[in-house]
């Protein structure tokens, strides 16, 4: 059962200062969540997470069945997400950079993983951080459209929290 939807940054970062060859135990706790089918993502996230390195990569390439909800296949609601993101597209298409986004902009990849989280009603994770609060930004990143959105964001240590994963 899906539990969240995963973008990219919820797992390269930590995975950049929480080294899998050192917390070994702490990366097999979540491939085994991935291989549950607890996270969900789209094919535009997927395709950057299939970057990330070492056991958690190949954890991630073996398993795209249960990480990938496509559009137009399986037995979710793919309407809605359809719908959802049609209708909120205006809104943010100024602050979306194409499909690799920066370090000041939202990214189509981001987006898409926000609109499935609206979609299936979970939490999105990842490691991006609120900017429409700072003053003179015009910028917006994955928890910003989350909280105007009202889909709940979480950073990788609320995830080991929820899941109960300790070292």
């Known amino acids: 059962m899906k539990r969240y939807c995963l973008d990219t940054s919820g797992f390269s970062n930590p995975v950049q200062s929480v080294p899998e060859d050192i917390y070994v135990s702490l990366w097999g706790q979540l491939c ?11 094919d535009e996230v997927y395709e950057e997470l299939t970057h990330l390195p070492g056991e958690l990569g ?13 559009l137009g296949a399986g037995d979710w609601d793919w309407g809605a997400y359809l719908s959802h993101y049609d209708q909120n597209h205006p809104t943010y298409e100024p ?7 920066s370090k000041a902009s939202l990214s189509v990849p981001d987006f898409s993983v926000v609109i499935l989280g609206k979609t299936l009603a979970l939490p999105v994770l990842s490691s991006e951080i609120r900017c429409a609060n700072q003053v003179g930004t015009r910028s917006r990143k994955i928890p910003d459209v ?22």
């Open 32 to 42: 085994d969540l991935i291989r549950r089918g607890h996270f969900a993502t789209t």
């Open 58 to 70: 190949q954890c991630i390439k073996d398993h795209k069945a249960e990480l990938v909800l496509e």
């Open 95 to 101: 602050f979306i950079a194409g499909t690799g986004g």
């Open 146 to 167: 989350c909280d105007a959105l009202g889909v709940p964001h979480i950073t990788f240590n609320e995830l080991l929290r929820a899941e109960g994963i300790r070292l």
